[in-house]
């Protein structure tokens, strides 16, 4: 993705290290999802696998040093608007091609609501979104219908919220 | 030959006459409950020593004034050579009578959002989040309304629980004093900043470890040595009544002893609310220690699994002094058995306060973790909550088992500079009308939260060896539909 990973100061990197070596209880040098795992308030959230899966941006099933600061550069305070979006669109585009599909999206809806609702009334909600934000007709969406369906209020929203992970816990 | 073996014995008689002498003093202050003044002075004189080894660590790094700091240098290796004298005595102070400047967490965040009361009875919260950006669309109305931005708040939980979640920082040794206390064991980094700083890390070292320490071992095992000789007297020449009596006085000179151990200097706030017999005590748990300093003050009977070896006779031993319950651990499983048990204790009214842990296992003294509710089912006693705060700059109690094994944690214990303890005591409470034990539970915890300066979580303790269980991810799950229909 090519990030200039300098957004970060050396502080938050050693906060970061600190965190990733007590993560590593095997001292392999990169986090599995067991690993993961450990932390109870990660373990109930719903997304765990998809966050998990963005931070393997090469995709071996697991978390080395190099892609945790490179997943948490996406939220320095500093860091490109661009990127935060980017890590929300992420979370739906499940094999990474850039476009979130109708399969995808209801992979994701799935894993939020469980089974509170029923498959195909979980169908309705993830076609009528689709249709809503997909300006092209390519019957999936875009990055950059992703930007525009989620309106500019909802985008300063977002920005704020996930600006918010590296200023506040200090 | 034989001036070998004459020099040998003067050589052990030297170091076993003021060895012995000082032990009767300790023993004989201790058996009396008097104080002589020095810890006191122990303890603020190690306060300076910290302050200054800090001083000269920005010192350095700002690189100014190094005359001053040379000159304070002098007159501190004179102290410290005045000092060792003073520590070897230091262990004559009864603990009770200091008073030491605990820095408190300013803050006790409440975390409940949620509870969930299901069979296997955990509790389940999150945080109290903003869910607040529902911005409705222009789309047609139905049932769900879903936009693609919904996902953004758990996203945002899940990386801020990454970076720094209230859990797993509670498992390990806090961290980040600002004043370095001389122990490299809590030395983040070791940095080599000062000959200084590192020449006084040295002549500490050779103290705690050549002198505290041995000094400490021989107390420790005339503690032992006490326990079984007392436990022995009590079994075989008294009789019921006079036994429990003596018992009361018997266990907390023992404990008294051990605490010396240690060097823990404790103190008592609200002695007012001490329990009393035919009630329950709990408190929040950071270490074995714990038992010890609890006992100091007051007598209790123990409640906790049959252990085998060494800890196993200590409890057989502490038997003969008083009623402790001691259980095996396949009746461990079956609560009811236990509670009976516990309600069959209180109902004698000559039978000590039962001292009781709810969390169930050590947590770090930051925070407060989930109260187990078994021991607050019973109604008929009143709840007599007690919180324990350590000071963590002359020596860190907590006990991180994965880490240390016990011997090993006593000998981390015996090699600190002392434990530093507040003990408030806490006015009584019961169960309320409409009260579940779950909400009693919790209330008590609260109440031990706010006045120790803790953190209060619902996070089980248990979390520390288990991996959390699905049902929580399902709770989440619950409610983002929740959500979702109500838009």
């Given at each position: 993705m090519g990030q200039d990973i300098s957004q970060i100061d050396s502080n938050e990197i050693q906060k970061m290290l600190q965190k990733f070596g007590k993560l590593d209880e095997d001292k392999s040098g990169a986090l599995s999802a067991k690993e993961f795992m450990q932390i109870p308030e990660l373990a109930s959230n719903p997304l765990v696998e998809r966050v998990i899966d963005i931070f393997d941006s090469d995709g071996n099933g697991e978390v080395d040093f190099t892609e945790f600061i490179r997943g948490m550069n996406s939220f320095a305070s500093k860091g490109d608007t661009q990127y935060k979006l980017r890590f929300a669109f992420n979370i739906y585009d499940i094999d990474k091609d850039g476009y979130i599909t109708n399969a995808e999206l209801f992979h994701v809806l799935k894993m939020m609501v469980g089974n509170n609702l029923l498959d195909d009334q979980l169908q309705q909600v993830v076609d009528k979104t689709i249709i809503y934000s997909d300006k092209d007709g390519d019957q999936r969406i875009s990055f950059k219908e992703f930007c525009d369906a989620i309106g500019p209020s909802l985008r300063e929203d977002i920005i704020n919220h996930l600006n918010k992970i590296t200023s506040d816990d200090r | 030959m034989t001036t070998t073996t004459a020099q040998i014995f003067t050589i052990i008689g030297v170091i076993c006459v003021p060895l012995i002498s000082l032990s009767i003093l300790v023993l004989s202050l201790a058996a009396l409950n008097l104080s002589?003044?020095?810890?006191?002075?122990?303890?603020?004189?190690?306060?300076?020593?910290?302050?200054?080894?800090?001083?000269?660590?920005?010192?350095?790094?700002?690189?100014?004034?190094?005359?001053?700091?040379?000159?304070?240098?002098?007159?501190?290796?004179?102290?410290?050579?005045?000092?060792?004298?003073?520590?070897?005595?230091?262990?004559?102070?009864?603990?009770?009578?200091?008073?030491?400047?605990?820095?408190?967490?300013?803050?006790?965040?409440?975390?409940?959002?949620?509870?969930?009361?299901?069979?296997?009875?955990?509790?389940?919260?999150?945080?109290?989040?903003?869910?607040?950006?529902?911005?409705?669309?222009?789309?047609?109305?139905?049932?769900?309304?879903?936009?693609?931005?919904?996902?953004?708040?758990?996203?945002?939980?899940?990386?801020?629980?990454?970076?720094?979640?209230?859990?797993?920082?509670?498992?390990?040794?806090?961290?980040?004093?600002?004043?370095?206390?001389l122990l490299t064991r809590t030395q983040q980094q070791h940095e080599y900043f000062s000959i200084r700083v590192t020449l006084l890390w040295f002549v500490g070292f050779c103290i705690r470890y050549f002198i505290l320490f041995p000094f400490r071992l021989f107390l420790f095992i005339i503690g032992i040595t006490w326990m079984l000789v007392s436990a022995i007297f009590l079994k075989y020449f008294l009789k019921r009544d006079a036994k429990l009596r003596y018992g009361f006085y018997i266990n907390i000179v023992l404990h008294r002893i051990l605490s010396r151990v240690f060097s823990a200097i404790i103190t008592y706030h609200n002695t007012e609310y001490r329990a009393k017999c035919g009630s329950i005590c709990v408190a929040n748990h950071t270490s074995p220690i714990d038992v010890i300093i609890l006992s100091t003050d007051n007598s209790?009977?123990?409640?906790?699994?049959?252990?085998?070896?060494?800890?196993?006779?200590?409890?057989?031993?502490?038997?003969?002094?008083?009623?402790?319950?001691?259980?095996?651990?396949?009746?461990?499983?079956?609560?009811?058995?236990?509670?009976?048990?516990?309600?069959?204790?209180?109902?004698?009214?000559?039978?000590?306060?039962?001292?009781?842990?709810?969390?169930?296992?050590?947590?770090?003294?930051?925070?407060?973790?989930?109260?187990?509710?078994?021991?607050?089912?019973?109604?008929?006693?009143?709840?007599?909550?007690?919180?324990?705060?350590?000071?963590?700059?002359?020596?860190?109690?907590?006990?991180?088992?994965?880490?240390?094994?016990?011997?090993?944690?006593?000998?981390?214990?015996?090699?600190?500079?002392?434990?530093?303890?507040?003990?408030?005591?806490?006015?009584?409470?019961?169960?309320?009308?409409?009260?579940?034990?779950?909400?009693?539970?919790?209330?008590v915890k609260a109440a031990i939260a706010k006045q120790g300066g803790f953190v209060d979580l619902e996070w089980d303790g248990g979390l520390k060896r288990s991996l959390p269980k699905a049902d929580y991810k399902a709770e989440e799950q619950r409610k983002f539909y929740e959500m979702l229909k109500t838009e």
């Open positions: - | 002589l003044g020095i810890r006191k002075l122990y303890v603020t004189l190690l306060g300076y020593l910290f302050d200054y080894a800090t001083k000269i660590k920005r010192v350095k790094e700002f690189s100014i004034d190094s005359d001053k700091s040379s000159d304070e240098h002098q007159t501190t290796t004179t102290n410290e050579n005045d000092k060792t004298p003073l520590i070897e005595k230091k262990t004559e102070e009864d603990p009770i009578k200091i008073s030491s400047t605990t820095p408190l967490l300013g803050e006790s965040k409440n975390e409940i959002n949620n509870e969930n009361e299901s069979e296997s009875s955990h509790e389940i919260t999150t945080s109290t989040t903003d869910h607040e950006q529902k911005i409705s669309s222009t789309s047609s109305p139905s049932d769900i309304q879903f936009k693609l931005g919904d996902i953004v708040d758990y996203t945002r939980q899940g990386l801020e629980a990454i970076v720094d979640d209230d859990v797993t920082k509670r498992f390990t040794s806090a961290e980040e004093m600002a004043v370095w206390n209790f009977s123990m409640i906790g699994q049959k252990q085998g070896g060494f800890f196993g006779m200590v409890q057989r031993t502490l038997s003969n002094t008083a009623n402790h319950i001691w259980f095996e651990r396949s009746e461990a499983k079956d609560r009811h058995m236990v509670t009976d048990k516990m309600r069959e204790h209180i109902q004698n009214k000559t039978n000590l306060p039962i001292l009781i842990f709810p969390e169930g296992t050590c947590i770090n003294n930051t925070s407060v973790m989930m109260f187990k509710k078994g021991c607050f089912e019973i109604t008929e006693a009143p709840i007599y909550p007690v919180a324990i705060k350590y000071d963590n700059r002359f020596g860190d109690a907590f006990w991180n088992s994965s880490k240390h094994g016990l011997f090993q944690y006593l000998i981390l214990m015996m090699t600190s500079w002392a434990i530093v303890v507040d003990v408030y005591y806490l006015p009584p409470m019961t169960m309320e009308e409409n009260e579940t034990s779950v909400d009693f539970a919790r209330r």
